[in-house]
């Protein structure tokens, strides 16, 4: 079976900083992997270069199959790579509205009525339709968190890229997420998921990836994950030292 | 569509209104058979003032290009026009060619200038209007440092001239004001303010912000040339040092910031406003000027988004249908 995001050998160097030391990373059709790790492991800076915005100084990233190393991030969310930022970066002075229909009729490639539909469905099922038409820099943390899910869910996506959707949420606010997330994969969406609150991520994943400095030091069951004393040791420091 | 929520772009009161400012926009054209000529010039001079505000609210306002050197495009379609007087154009036709020629600049201009970011670009645009004002001042042939005056408007009577100057003015002011809504309407419309709003998310979501911002600077490149040509047709005569001064970006700057950047109805009130504000003020000197940075610094601080703001955020409809609503669907 393709897969529909891998790369092989990814190296980014920021000056005398590796950051990413020859990670290779693949995610399956309709699949979702949670990447865990300390600060400075390197997880966004491997989103980023997922979705274009960094371009590695080794390795190759490849989209179902196709080389798109040095392909930009707009021509990669165009083929399906779909992006939420960390911090929710929305078009201020524009609607709610607006801000999807940039996002489905650019990235998701759609004309007219067929882009407007797109963004009604989408605001629909994101919870935003009532607040549609109001200035996005008028929305509160958790309203522009499902304005970024629903702009990156307009591209219509073949994989979406989430970092860090949970932080800074309540519990009861984390728990609506996960079920839009959930969502999402079960329209078949792959997902690849950024997130430090582990137990929010372990109720939609199929697989967990750990990174530290720069490489991948476990990949597979979550819970099995979870258990790996190089990952526990990762995260608490070693036991013995 | 979905089967809750419809997508609509204008109502009644859009249409109604949008219909208002087309037929107003035609009527203008009638002014010269019903007002004075010194009516007349100051409409054209507004004209020009218009368009000046628009493509600056064009590359500020909507591609995020902040330039303090579009007069190297005033300038440019100016110094264009005498150009082609002198070997024989008829005056008109060079406004209208020297405008075009301004936008093959802006295209010749744009790999270079348009790697630039921020400050950079606002510095280099400056570079490249100083540069040109000295290549003029140095061509004996266009006049030099002392200026140069348009002939072949002389055979026409003054009422005539001032009469077909300002129909060509208006002419390209309509031209302009469809051509920006023509590309607010349009996808474009939402991705250029995308871009405005923050480049590097509207990247991630499909958009190609080169080839848009590209399509800003050719535009408002045309339009500056133009404004720049019909200025000389104005006036008549026309110096370096002050047709590409930077006093326009100061001017330009100020209409768009006080009527409101990033919209369409701004600008134009801005013009408006700072066409009064000249008219009424210009015979206090430097007080003049002095003023003139007191309401910038007014607006600024207290009305950050400009006057249109202000009949934005109570108009339940908008002025042109450039935007996007959500209805719940029958």
């Known amino acids: ?159 979406v890229l989430l970092d860090e959707i949970g932080a800074g949420l309540t519990d009861a606010e984390a728990a609506e997420l996960v079920d839009a997330v959930r969502h999402i994969k ?17 109720q939609v994943v199929d697989r967990l990836v750990c990174m530290d400095t720069g490489r991948v030091i476990a990949d597979g069951d979550p819970a099995e994950v979870l258990k790996d004393a190089v990952v526990i040791d990762a995260y608490l420091g070693k036991a013995t030292s | 569509m979905s089967e809750r929520w419809t997508v609509i772009r204008s109502g009644t009161p859009t249409r109604i209104s949008a219909s208002v400012l087309v037929v107003v926009g035609i009527a203008m054209f009638g002014v010269p058979f019903a007002f004075r000529t010194d009516i007349v010039q100051q409409l054209t001079t507004l004209c020009t003032l218009l368009i000046m505000a628009m493509m600056w609210n064009v590359l500020a306002g909507y591609g995020g290009l902040v330039s303090v050197g579009q007069q190297a495009f005033i300038g440019f379609g100016a110094y264009a026009t005498i150009f082609l007087t002198q070997r024989d154009v008829p005056a008109y036709l060079a406004i209208v060619l020297a405008a075009v020629a301004s936008g093959i600049l802006a295209i010749a201009l744009a790999p270079l200038l348009l790697r630039l970011r921020g400050g950079q670009f606002a510095v280099g645009t400056w570079v490249v209007a100083e540069a040109l004002a000295l290549l003029v001042a140095l061509d004996e042939e266009l006049g030099g440092g002392t200026g140069v005056s348009l002939r072949g408007l002389n055979a026409i009577t ?113 013009a408006i406003l700072f066409f009064l504000l000249q008219d009424w003020f210009a015979q206090y000197g430097a007080w003049y000027l002095i003023g003139l940075g007191v309401v910038a610094i007014a607006f600024a601080l207290f009305l950050p988004r400009g006057l249109w703001s202000l009949a934005d955020d109570r108009l339940p409809f908008r002025l042109l249908p450039v935007g996007y609503a959500l209805r719940p669907a029958r």
């Not at chain 2, 600077?217 to 001064?245: E, W, Y």
């Open chain 1, 186 to 202: 079960q329209g078949g969406t792959a997902i690849v998921w950024i997130e430090h609150i582990v137990h929010v991520l372990v």
């Open chain 2, 158 to 270: 003054p009422d005539w001239r001032r009469a077909y100057t300002y129909w060509l003015t208006l002419a390209f002011t309509l031209l302009l004001l469809t051509l920006v809504f023509l590309l607010l309407r349009r996808r474009s419309g939402a991705a250029i303010r995308a871009i405005r709003d923050d480049e590097e998310a509207a990247a991630s979501l499909g958009v190609r912000v080169k080839p848009l911002k590209f399509m800003l600077f050719v535009l408002a490149g045309f339009g500056c040339g133009a404004a720049g040509a019909l200025t000389l047709a104005n006036t008549l005569f026309i110096q370096p040092q002050s047709i590409f001064g930077v006093q326009w970006s100061a001017y330009m700057l100020f209409m768009v910031l006080v009527g409101g950047i990033g919209t369409y109805e701004g600008p134009i009130l801005g």
């Open chain 1, 1 to 159: 079976m393709t897969t529909v995001l891998d790369g092989h050998g990814l190296s980014v160097r920021f000056g005398d900083l590796q950051v990413l030391d020859g990670v290779d990373f693949a995610v399956q059709p309709g699949e979702a992997v949670g990447i865990v790790g300390p600060n400075g492991a390197g997880k966004t800076t491997m989103l980023n270069v997922l979705a274009g915005a960094i371009r590695p100084q080794q390795g190759t990233v490849r989209f179902e199959g196709r080389d798109v190393t040095r392909t930009r991030p707009d021509q990669r969310c165009r083929m399906g790579v779909g992006r939420a930022f960390q911090v929710p970066r929305p078009f201020g002075g524009m609607t709610v509205l607006e801000n999807v229909v940039v996002a489905a009729s650019y990235g998701g490639d759609l004309k007219g009525r067929r882009a407007y539909a797109r963004a009604a469905d989408v605001l629909d099922e994101c919870g935003l339709a009532e607040i549609a038409n109001r200035r996005a820099e008028s929305l509160g943390l958790l309203h522009r968190k499902r304005l970024e899910l629903a702009r990156c869910l307009a591209t219509t996506p073949k994989v």
